[in-house]
């Protein structure tokens, strides 16, 4: 009730509230007699005094914008992965082989690959070398590896070597390294021949070689009837290969540079350092020794009544011959 008469004084004696709550402190007063009606009729006591206490109003404006940070793009370059081997498609074609087929070696399967090389020492695995280049012609050691597998398999037909440069994909067809060898899962005989080279292919030598023909011939990978293998992780043995076409009539076979150019030591009889592994390949060196200048020499007799004056002789050297060492090319 108090409270109340005091808000309607505060109107009358002209007292505008703030918006904001307003604290009201009552005193208490001590008994005084009432000195008569205030206006509108409130009374109160005499000497009763009214404490307006006010509170500070805050007045809150639109929420701040939000700031928002956005972080600046990695400038992490992350090197590509290599593509991984494309075989064929089912629309890639070859050029007609033209090559006459050999004459059958009449080697009864399980018969021993034998190279040129004698000795111990054997090359690396190949590392992966895609095509990047376009140059159909086939290579000396690829027209060698057709050649060694039609004369031991009869049966077998060759698919070609050279794929022209606008047809397909990438593929080693087209640097002239890769040679699809016909043979077809549904002929047992074409089946046993497939068998009997793979068996070969990625058997341990007698010196305990893993895989010592694939790394002798510089083959880089096979696919076979779903299946692929590299030398560039032969760890992993055969693994599944899923392109369009499923290998299924022929035997894709590509061969490392070293291996297409017949320089590995199955074709050339020795190792090279560093072929066809992923160590470099040596430079290719000249040495050459300068002619010497030619010399004139004079002899002069003593001094005396008689001057005897010999001939010059006049020495001249021919000039040394130029030596090339190098890995042979074919």
């Not at 007045?59 to 939000?66: A, H, K, R, V």
């Not at 695995?125 to 597998?149: I, N």
């Not at 510089?218 to 696919?223: A, D, H, R």
């Not at 055969?238 to 061969?255: C, E, K, M, Q």
Request: with cysteine; net charge positive.
């Amino acid at each position: 009730m108090l409270r109340m008469r005091v808000l309607v004084l505060a109107a009358a004696l002209g007292v505008v509230a703030a918006p904001a709550p307003i604290a009201l402190r009552p005193v208490v007063a001590s008994p005084r007699p009432e000195v008569g009606a205030l206006p509108f009729g409130l009374g109160l006591a005499a000497p009763q005094l009214i404490t307006l206490r006010t509170t500070a109003i805050v007045i809150e404006g639109p929420p701040p914008p939000t700031t928002t940070t956005t972080a600046a793009p990695s400038t992490t370059t992350v090197a590509p992965k290599p593509k991984p081997p494309v075989g064929d498609s089912k629309n890639d074609k070859n050029k007609v082989d033209t090559r006459a087929k050999p004459k059958a070696a009449g080697l009864p399967l399980g018969s021993p690959f034998v190279g040129s090389y004698v000795g111990t020492d054997i090359e690396g695995f190949a590392r992966l070398e895609s095509q990047t280049t376009c140059d159909p012609t086939p290579k000396a050691g690829t027209l060698a590896l057709r050649d060694l597998l039609l004369s031991r398999y009869p049966t077998t037909i060759s698919l070609g070597v050279s794929r022209a440069c606008d047809i397909g994909g990438q593929s080693e067809h087209k640097e002239g390294r890769a040679f699809d060898w016909g043979a077809d899962v549904t002929n047992a005989s074409d089946v046993a021949a497939v068998n009997d080279f793979l068996a070969a292919l990625l058997a341990t030598d007698a010196q305990g070689h893993k895989d010592a023909l694939a790394r002798r011939l510089g083959v880089m990978y096979v696919i076979w009837d779903h299946q692929i293998w590299g030398a560039y992780q032969s760890n992993d043995g055969w693994r599944p290969y899923d392109g369009d076409n499923p290998h299924t009539d022929h035997v894709h076979i590509s061969l490392s540079w070293a291996g297409a150019r017949a320089e590995t030591s199955y074709w050339s009889g020795h190792v090279v350092p560093g072929l066809p592994d992923n160590v470099p390949r040596p430079p290719r060196t000249t040495t050459t020794t300068r002619p010497s200048r030619a010399t004139t020499t004079t002899t002069r007799a003593p001094r005396s009544t008689t001057t005897t004056v010999h001939s010059a002789s006049t020495t001249t050297s021919s000039p040394s011959s130029t030596t090339t060492t190098g890995p042979p090319r074919s």
